[in-house]
Structure formats: C-alpha cells, structure tokens
C-alpha cells in the first residue's frame, strides 16, 4: 500500500468519527488520508449496543445528536448504501422512584430543544410491552430516536469517502507527529511521511497515549462493555429498550442485541491513579454499575512505551485491534435478565458475544477540541460509550472546526480546556 506524500488533512483513527470526519472534509474538496493502524470500523465502532438516541443525554450533546439523527435518517440515500437505519424509537423502562424523577427532570431539555420525549405511567410503559414480567413504575421514550447496525455503519461511510477521493491506508500506524516553526508540518506512519499542516486524532481508546507522546493531557480511562448478539425471536418491540437489568436493540436479521443495563467493568491500569481525582465524581455517581478489575492490562499498560522513537515500532503496531474478552459472568446474568423480564424470548440462543473497551471522560462528554499548545492539532474522541449515535455529526463537526465552519458556541462544550 502507498500513501501520498502531502494532504490538506491527516485524520488518525477509522472508526466512525474519524470516517464521518473525512467524509465531510472530502465534500469540501479537501484532499484526506485516513490512517488506522488496525482495520476501518475494527474497534468500538463495531462493537457496540447500535442505539441512535436523544432521550438521556447530557446537555452539552443534545444539538449534535439532533443534528445526527437528520444526518441518519438521510445517510443511506445519500452514499447509496444501507447502514440499518431505522426510526424506532428509544423506550427507557424505571424501576424506582429516583429513576422517574431522573426522567421527569430531563424532560426540561427535551422541551427546551423540542424534542419528542414524554413520561409513560405504569400502564402505559406496560401497554408497550405487553407480555414483559418487569416490576417496572413507569419510563421515558422518545419516538424520533432510532438504531444502526454498527457492522455496517462505519464501513459503508468510510466507502463514500473513498469515492469521494480520501485515502484510507489501514494497517497503517501514525507513530508521530513532525513540527517546523512550532506548528505541524507532516506524520510519520510506519509507510513512511505525510506532510501536512492538519491533523486530527480521533484515534478513540488510542488517543490519550498518543497524545501524551507529544505532552498533551488528555484525561481519559477505559471501561469494558460485553455484548452478545442472539439468534432471530419474537419481536417483544420495536423500541431500543433500557433497564438496568438488561438493554436489547432489535437487529436487521430478527435477532437482538443484548447488554447488562447496568454492568460495566473498569480495569484497573496506571492511569486510573494518574486521573482519579478528576475521574472521582463519576465513579461515585455511577459506582452501582461499576465493576472493577485488575488483570494483565495493569502491568501491560505500566511497562508499555510511553514514548518512542517514530523509526521504530510503536504500541500501536504491537497491539492493532484491542481484543478483550467478554465478561462470562456479566454476560450471564444478562442473558437470565433477558430470559425472566421477557417469557418470549426465554428459547432465545446466543449467535455470539464480544467485548469491547470504550474510551471515557472524566464528564463522559466528549472532546471536539483545537489543542492550543499544537497549532495544527485536533481531537475527536472520549466519546463515552456515545460515540456510535453521535458519529456522523461529531465528524461533521469536526470537519467544521478544522475549517473554521464551525461556530464557537457549537464547540465549546467540547473543549479539552475544561478538564485543566
């Protein structure tokens, strides 16, 4: 594979921001290389739940995922490919009365922006699911929300901007960033140079590594969500439905894909002492759900480089794809919540089950942020689990701050300077 010697932009990562990203830069005119070091869409891109919602966001997200959804709902006619998009609508079910209130109160944004979300009493919740055996109170559920097939999505996007003219060179590691004058003059890839003056890194998991080679901070912790995918059932609904037992998304081929609604592992590495205090406030909130584990990952990422020379190998080539393992336990207990809130589904198999780790903030908001100290360089990534509904828009965006598009109001939020 051959890569081009200069490009108006060099985005590293091809998941489905970094896609998007390149895709709408490319509309511009702009000329794109795409580097990934291991295969487009190979990471959490593809591996996770696949829901394309509004309802429960943080504030700071909710422009940008109603800009997503206009963006999803026309994708598929636009780059003449299918990507699963379907309006199904996002059914959150409550067990307690703090959750109804959780709920209550979102429903403010919701008003605020126009959005099509509304409570549901007791009866009604039920009324959706007819034949369910949860002790559920009540739920949210908005209408205008929908679902992909993340083993399409990101793939078909990165298709249309390779007809668009980007160069998408997989297999193909950024090692480094090259400076003259104090700005980014090129990359180094394990093919060879790039020279260019923008550089975006929306290298997911991947990112704060990368960014610490070069002395930016980017405070930024993993968790592991395990997810299995079932053989075609009785469709129970057509909504993307949460609980904290179990979160099921309907799937093109008649099956569902299944997650613990409130299990997720945290492993334990260096870096969860380097940023605990400013990661605190989150583990407390959401300690309920957080499982923590130590395993080999401690001592790999405590002996792994920190830095490196861009002549030589680095982490990213050593390591291509992150490959975990799913949690058998958490995994079982979602299957036997599946199974006892939905009778229908109780002779449901597993086709299979995955596992991925997904890249967080210490606000599990995202960063679209120029890094001051780099002139040249960008970031997309920490999209918290968020990433897949938001991806078409957070690579649009990102295309807009790397032009000059975008309005300071829409990045604001997203600002790597509100974590220091």
């Known amino acids: 594979m051959s890569i081009p010697l200069k490009s108006d932009v060099v985005i590293i990562g091809a998941g489905i921001v970094g896609t998007s990203a390149a895709y709408f830069l490319s509309k511009l005119g702009l000329s794109v290389v795409l580097c990934e070091k291991g295969t487009v869409s190979g990471e959490q891109s593809s591996r996770n739940w696949g829901f394309v919602r509004q309802q429960g966001r943080d504030p700071a997200e909710i422009p940008a995922i109603i800009r997503s959804i206009k963006i999803w709902r026309d994708l598929a006619s636009e780059i003449g490919e299918d990507v699963g998009y379907v309006q199904s609508g996002s059914l959150y079910l409550a067990n307690t009365e703090q959750q109804l209130s959780e709920y209550e109160a979102w429903l403010e944004y919701a008003k ?163 940023w605990m205090k400013k990661f605190l406030p989150a583990f407390k909130t959401e300690k309920n759900r957080l499982r923590f584990r130590l395993d080999h990952r401690f001592y790999k990422e405590l002996t792994g480089a920190k830095n490196w020379d861009t002549g030589s190998t680095t982490p990213f080539e050593e390591e291509r794809v992150n490959q975990v393992s799913p949690s058998q336990s958490i995994l079982k207990e979602a299957q036997a919540n599946l199974k006892r809130l939905f009778p229908e589904l109780k002779d449901i198999k597993i086709l299979e089950q995955w596992a991925g780790l997904i890249d967080v903030t210490p606000d599990a908001v995202p960063v679209i942020s120029p890094v001051s100290k780099l002139p040249g360089f960008y970031l997309a990534t920490g999209f918290s689990g968020h990433g897949f509904g938001l991806g078409p828009a957070a690579g649009e965006l990102a295309s807009g701050m790397i032009t000059g598009s975008a309005a300071k109001s829409e990045l604001e939020a997203f600002s790597l300077n509100r974590f220091f």
């Open 112 to 274: 605020q922006y126009q959005i099509d979300t509304k409570m549901l009493s007791k009866s009604e919740a039920l009324d959706k699911i007819p034949h369910a055996n949860g002790k559920w109170i009540g739920a949210l559920t908005t209408l205008s929300d929908g679902r992909a097939e993340p083993s399409k999505a990101t793939m078909a996007i990165s298709r249309a901007a390779e007809r668009n003219g980007v160069n998408i060179a997989t297999n193909c590691a950024v090692r480094g960033l090259e400076f003259s004058g104090g700005k980014i003059s090129g990359v180094v890839t394990e093919l060879g140079p790039i020279g260019t003056n923008t550089v975006l890194c929306a290298a997911g998991a991947w990112s704060s590594l990368f960014c610490g080679r070069h002395g930016v901070e980017l405070p930024q912790l993993m968790v592991r969500s395990s997810v299995f995918r079932t053989t075609p059932a009785p469709l129970i609904s057509d909504h993307s439905i949460w609980c904290r037992d179990v979160a099921l998304r309907r799937r093109q081929d008649g099956g569902y894909t299944v997650a613990h609604g409130s299990a997720t592992e945290v492993p334990i590495v260096p870096n969860t002492f380097r």
